[in-house]
Structure formats: C-alpha cells, structure tokens
C-alpha cells in the first residue's frame, strides 16, 4: 500500500481504514459493491455460537461491520436497548435498527446481499435441509448454554435430571452430525455454505464449554471435517474464547 493512500486514511481499493474496538490495528474493510459502503455493528459475546455464526457469513461475504464485544448477562449490557428479548447477536443496521436472533440475522444478509458470495443454496430442497442442521445445531447450542448456567447454581442446587437432558441433546445432535457429514469435505454439494457455518461454531463452542467431551474421539470424520472447516480465515478469525460474567445470573 503506497504512503499516499495510508496518509488519506485509504487502502489501496480506495475505501477508509476503520480502527476495530477490538484492536488498535487498522483493518481494511472492502466494500460489497462499487457503491460506498454501508458500515453494520455486530453485538456480540466472545464464546457465542450464534454470533460466531453471523461474524463467518458476514466476513465470507465481504460485508464490513463493525464488531462489539459485550458480556449480555451484565447489567452494564447495552443489548436490551437493540433486542426486546435481551439477547444477542444483534446487528445494528445504517439507520440504527436493528436485526436480532442469529437465523434470521443470516436470513436478512442472504436476502440483502444478493450479489455477495452466497451461503445460503437457492435450490429447495438443498436450503431446507441446511436449515434442517441448523435447528439441530442451535437445540446444541441452546442445551449447552442451560447446562453450564445449570453448573454456575450451587452443588446441592443443582439438578442432575436436567443436566442429564441436556447432555442427551447433545450427544443425540453429535450422533445426527457425524452422519450428515459423512467423510465430505462439505455437508451439502461441493460448496461452503449454511450448514457448515452452523456446524463448524457448536464444535467451536464444545470446545469451550464443555472441554472434556470427547466428540472428536467419538466422531473421528466430523474432526478431520471440522479441522478443515477451520483453515478459512473466517473461522481462524472468530475462535470463541470465555467471558467472565460478574452479574449473579441463577
């Protein structure tokens, strides 16, 4: 990149350098079309599954946002202000609306960004089942979120039935996984798409959550599938890592 351009705040496509409030380097963000780009905000958590979900579409489809980090389980949490529901992602649109719950945050940028790289396929029946892996994919996710506020109570506090119930979701959602992956490189054709989004953020968030559970053990083709799924730079970009929540929450 040449002095010049640095000097007036541009990369070498022409378009302004933005600070992250998440880093004190500058990234370059490229416009989705030759229109001047549109600047979204992203709220979301560090180990969240369903904004990781958002942050992969969103930077595979070269869309550029503006990240920012909040814990919404703190009174200090701004997300209510965006999402009556008080949970997050939530995407704050040019306008200052806003755009809430991570499936239909991905519907919204599909329908949006038609001329982006699609992640959604426009074949039905292709479409419906990668939606199919993502109900299961979010039941995971929802079920591990219940087991490790479950684990927060105090230990003659907690229930063993409910742990044990989620932990059944769990294993049943792994067990559909590895069967809907197979050995391919992809869940659906021979393309990156929806599914694999989904797919690719609950093994990141097992990962963080719930450490000892031995899915790559047990499902040796969804690791290898997994592992590759994390060589895109989307996902090398989005690692989820813990938040300290300081509010009492159970």
Known sequence: MSASLL?????RHGCPLLKSRTSKFYKYLIPYTFN?????QLISATPSPYARKV???????GIPFELLTEVP?????????????EKLPVLILEDGSAVYESHFILEYIE????????ILSQDTDEKLFAKKVEVVVDGMCDALVLLFFEKQRAQGGQSEEWKARQMRKVDGGFKA??????????????????ADVAV???????????????????????????????????????????QKITDKIV
């Open 7 to 11: 000097s007036l705040g541009l990369c």
């Open 36 to 40: 001047w780009y549109k600047m979204f």
């Open 55 to 61: 942050r992969i579409v969103l930077a595979e489809k």
């Open 73 to 85: 389980w703190d009174s200090t949490t701004k997300t209510p202000l965006y999402n009556p529901l």
């Open 111 to 118: 329908a949006k960004f038609p001329n982006t790289t699609p």
């Open 177 to 194: 996984l590895a069967e809907w992956v197979g050995k391919k490189q992809f869940i659906i054709g021979d393309k990156f798409g929806h």
């Open 200 to 242: 690719g953020s609950v093994c990141g968030y097992v990962d963080v959550r719930l450490s000892e559970y031995p899915w790559r053990k047990n499902y040796p083709d969804l690791a290898k599938y997994v592992d590759g799924l994390n060589e895109r730079q989307s996902f090398k970009d989005t690692v989820p890592v813990a």
